[in-house]
């Protein structure tokens, strides 16, 4: 009975909890819905019953905005995580360790396997949608789950099915989150006897596509027992109940050992949990061009199909307003004939730039320049140091946003599927040098190259001058070490290592080299010294004569 009793608060814990967590969330509810509305309404649910329920784009007329998160997505997608290339290494922080022949083909091996479960599973899905919404709203929730099938399964959620909170550092460790199921997939998933009375009497009745209202909470586990390795001892609780059911039963009460989800943040300030994104931002900008749009057709309709005014006498006959259209009218009274009410001067052209420079606006404010730099530059002429330059300062800008993703979302996923396949066993043993070391994620995408080649330039210009003052004075080239440029070029720009000679290869050539040059130099000695020998006995066979 006691039992009961406390398992009873501690559901209702989880309640109360889920209830304070949608209160501090409310305030961004009006702006989110607005967002939605003006930009995706196929993305948001803030109702329950939005579920296959399909949203209006009346409010669109203009679809400017959306090309351009369009375009932000892609871009994200193919330039931090994308399926075609690698753009992850795994590492450890002993650089000299790392370029071990066995230690680095089972980190090769590791990532490989990484990123096929990536390909096979619905992750490139999930960082499609995180991508989209992450830039729009500025916040994405996503839960990682063990599949049998594929290792594993996302299940991302669209702005309003989610709450969040953070510990002391700012960090997501809670997520509790709202959807609805029908009867026969809530039966399925959690068993006739986990449900409550009432959907095992709608089960039993045959009303199987009823929808059941469903929570489920992650959070820190405040009471438990280390000693024990049973889930529902683990470091992070996770708990399923149906909403208004007062048991103390669970449909499902399990647990983990390291938070499951991903909740990347666009932009954050302060102690804020929530993220903010491009679309409040540019929610004003939207809305402008949307108003714009429809005053440029109404100003075209009052241009082409203007109001008339019709004298009183015709009050009842048909009036002609096709082309070649006759209207008859009393030429002793000319003044009564048909004609305009008023005269619309507006300029549709002086219209159309606005609308241009708007469009620019919303074009600038979801970077889709950075990602068409090449298409949308005016000077066909720059050079290509002028061209580099001006990626790099566009490149900079999403500096802060390129680091998010890397802490928010692609290292927890890394960390989170690695976790899986060791726990799954489907990595070989590690070699004993790896046995107790940390090993790293090494983001090594297009965006995370390109912002590493940022300072690359420099180093580059610096070698140029170097070189151009060898031309007077060689001897400026003993404070250069070659080797470290290479090395660092070679890293920076993400370049395969194998390409490279390790320092033994390198040793091994230079010496040998070395040798063949002195060999060489002895044999050139030697020759001089024979040739020497016999001018000389010419010479002397010369003056004997």
């Given at each position: 009975?006691?039992?009961?009793?406390?398992?009873?608060?501690?559901?209702?814990?989880?309640?109360?909890?889920?209830?304070?967590?949608?209160?501090?969330?409310?305030?961004?509810?009006?702006?989110?819905?607005?967002?939605?509305?003006?930009?995706?309404?196929?993305?948001?649910?803030?109702?329950?019953?939005?579920?296959?329920?399909?949203?209006?784009?009346?409010?669109?007329?203009?679809?400017?905005?959306?090309?351009?998160?369009?375009?932000?997505?892609?871009?994200?997608?193919?330039?931090?995580?994308?399926?075609?290339?690698?753009?992850?290494?795994?590492?450890?922080?002993?650089?000299?360790?790392?370029?071990?022949?066995?230690?680095?083909?089972?980190?090769?091996?590791?990532?490989?396997?990484?990123?096929?479960?990536?390909?096979?599973?619905?992750?490139?899905?999930?960082?499609?949608?995180?991508?989209?919404?992450?830039?729009?709203?500025?916040?994405?929730?996503?839960?990682?789950?063990?599949?049998?099938?594929?290792?594993?399964?996302?299940?991302?959620?669209?702005?309003?099915?989610?709450?969040?909170?953070?510990?002391?550092?700012?960090?997501?460790?809670?997520?509790?989150?709202?959807?609805?199921?029908?009867?026969?997939?809530?039966?399925?998933?959690?068993?006739?006897?986990?449900?409550?009375?009432?959907?095992?009497?709608?089960?039993?009745?045959?009303?199987?596509?009823?929808?059941?209202?469903?929570?489920?909470?992650?959070?820190?586990?405040?009471?438990?027992?280390?000693?024990?390795?049973?889930?529902?001892?683990?470091?992070?609780?996770?708990?399923?109940?149906?909403?208004?059911?007062?048991?103390?039963?669970?449909?499902?009460?399990?647990?983990?050992?390291?938070?499951?989800?991903?909740?990347?943040?666009?932009?954050?300030?302060?102690?804020?949990?929530?993220?903010?994104?491009?679309?409040?931002?540019?929610?004003?900008?939207?809305?402008?061009?949307?108003?714009?749009?429809?005053?440029?057709?109404?100003?075209?309709?009052?241009?082409?199909?203007?109001?008339?005014?019709?004298?009183?006498?015709?009050?009842?006959?048909?009036?002609?307003?096709l082309p070649g259209g006759i209207n008859y009218f009393n030429p002793q009274t000319p003044a009564a004939g048909i004609r305009n009410a008023?005269?619309?001067?507006?300029?549709?052209?002086?219209?159309?730039?606005?609308?241009?420079?708007?469009?620019?606006?919303?074009?600038?404010?979801?970077?889709?320049?950075?990602?068409?730099?090449?298409?949308?530059?005016?000077?066909?002429?720059?050079?290509?140091?002028?061209?580099?330059?001006?990626?790099?300062?566009?490149?900079?800008?999403?500096?802060?946003?390129?680091?998010?993703?890397?802490?928010?979302?692609?290292?927890?996923?890394?960390?989170?599927?690695?976790?899986?396949?060791?726990?799954?066993?489907?990595?070989?043993?590690?070699?004993?040098?790896?046995?107790?070391?940390?090993?790293?994620?090494?983001?090594?995408?297009?965006?995370?190259?390109?912002?590493?080649?940022?300072?690359?330039?420099?180093?580059?210009?610096?070698?140029?001058?170097?070189?151009?003052?060898?031309?007077?004075?060689?001897?400026?080239?003993?404070?250069?070490?070659?080797?470290?440029?290479?090395?660092?070029?070679?890293?920076?720009?993400?370049?395969?290592?194998?390409?490279?000679?390790?320092?033994?290869?390198?040793?091994?050539?230079?010496?040998?080299?070395?040798?063949?040059?002195?060999?060489?130099?002895?044999?050139?000695?030697?020759?001089?010294?024979?040739?020497?020998?016999?001018k000389m006995a010419v010479a002397q066979g010369a003056a004997q004569k």
């Open positions: 009975m006691k039992n009961d009793l406390e398992a009873l608060r501690a559901k209702e814990a989880y309640f109360k909890r889920w209830s304070n967590l949608k209160t501090e969330r409310s305030s961004w509810m009006p702006e989110y819905r607005e967002i939605s509305e003006n930009f995706l309404p196929r993305t948001g649910q803030f109702l329950v019953t939005d579920r296959n329920r399909k949203k209006h784009w009346n409010r669109i007329i203009d679809n400017s905005a959306n090309r351009a998160l369009n375009i932000l997505t892609s871009g994200l997608m193919s330039g931090a995580s994308s399926p075609s290339r690698p753009w992850f290494e795994i590492e450890t922080n002993d650089p000299d360790l790392n370029k071990k022949s066995d230690v680095r083909v089972w980190l090769d091996y590791a990532k490989d396997i990484l990123l096929t479960i990536f390909a096979r599973s619905n992750t490139y899905r999930m960082l499609h949608s995180s991508y989209e919404e992450l830039a729009l709203y500025g916040t994405h929730s996503n839960i990682i789950m063990p599949n049998y099938d594929n290792v594993i399964h996302h299940f991302p959620q669209t702005c309003g099915q989610y709450c969040l909170a953070t510990d002391y550092m700012g960090n997501v460790n809670t997520l509790y989150r709202e959807f609805n199921k029908t009867v026969l997939e809530t039966v399925t998933e959690f068993g006739l006897k986990n449900v409550s009375r009432s959907v095992q009497n709608m089960y039993g009745n045959g009303t199987l596509d009823s929808m059941v209202k469903i929570i489920h909470a992650i959070e820190p586990r405040a009471a438990r027992d280390k000693n024990k390795l049973d889930a529902q001892n683990m470091e992070y609780a996770s708990v399923y109940f149906e909403e208004g059911e007062n048991s103390s039963n669970y449909l499902r009460e399990s647990g983990f050992e390291m938070f499951r989800g991903t909740a990347p943040r666009w932009n954050t300030r302060g102690n804020d949990v929530y993220g903010i994104g491009i679309g409040s931002e540019a929610l004003g900008a939207n809305k402008q061009l949307q108003h714009e749009q429809r005053r440029k057709g109404q100003v075209i309709d009052l241009k082409t199909n203007p109001p008339l005014q019709v004298p009183v006498q015709m009050k009842g006959r048909n009036v002609e307003r008023y005269e619309v001067d507006l300029d549709v052209g002086t219209l159309r730039e606005d609308i241009f420079d708007v469009r620019q606006m919303l074009h600038q404010a979801f970077h889709a320049d950075i990602f068409l730099m090449m298409n949308s530059a005016v000077d066909t002429r720059m050079t290509a140091t002028e061209v580099a330059e001006r990626h790099e300062e566009k490149l900079l800008m999403l500096g802060p946003v390129l680091e998010r993703l890397h802490n928010e979302l692609l290292q927890p996923l890394v960390e989170i599927t690695f976790a899986h396949v060791v726990e799954a066993g489907i990595l070989p043993p590690p070699p004993k040098d790896l046995e107790g070391r940390k090993l790293n994620i090494k983001f090594v995408s297009m965006l995370a190259q390109a912002q590493k080649a940022v300072g690359l330039n420099s180093v580059e210009r610096m070698m140029g001058s170097v070189l151009n003052v060898a031309q007077a004075n060689p001897d400026v080239l003993d404070k250069v070490n070659f080797d470290g440029y290479v090395d660092e070029v070679g890293e920076t720009l993400g370049v395969d290592p194998r390409l490279f000679n390790d320092e033994a290869q390198v040793k091994f050539i230079r010496e040998s080299r070395a040798k063949m040059q002195a060999a060489q130099a002895q044999a050139d000695a030697q020759m001089q010294q024979v040739e020497a020998a016999s």
